[in-house]
């Protein structure tokens, strides 16, 4: 399945994410590739929310999208929202996906994701805890696709 992902970079955490996707220790141990390539490629609105694509069969087969990828995102990214990039019902899922031209006509308006974050990095002041806004999955037009990811959402509505 494709998701796009939107997200914001923790306070005080841009430096250490700048240097984690510089060495390649942004994703070390994902056994399915380098997870910064792709919020790389995102755009950035004013807001400083970040949009890429990414692909993803977590939900095929542990029921809830992305939770592998989460672990390392999490590090360094907040505000996370899942959405699926095209309406399930019509996506043939794994293998398909490596293949499918589905989300190649997506573009997000906003600027690099390298240029936005060198600047972040440059002026911001190190916090020693910023608080951390939970991920949230909001399915295909707002219809969460699993109990699980339904029940993700509610302990994070539960948290705040």
Known sequence: MRYILSAQVIPGKAAALQRALRDGSFSRGFPYGDLGENVREGKVDADGTI????????????NVAMVMELEYLERYLHRITVTDARDPRYCKGYPHCNDCLCTKTIRF????????????????RPRESATKI???WAGWRGKVQTEDEKQRNQNCELAR
């Open 134 to 136: 939970p991920t949230q």
């Open 109 to 124: 308006d906003g600027r690099t994701f390298d240029s936005f974050l060198d600047e972040l990095a440059s002026r911001e």
């Open 51 to 62: 949009r890429w694509v990414e692909t993803c069969y977590c939900r095929e087969y542990l």
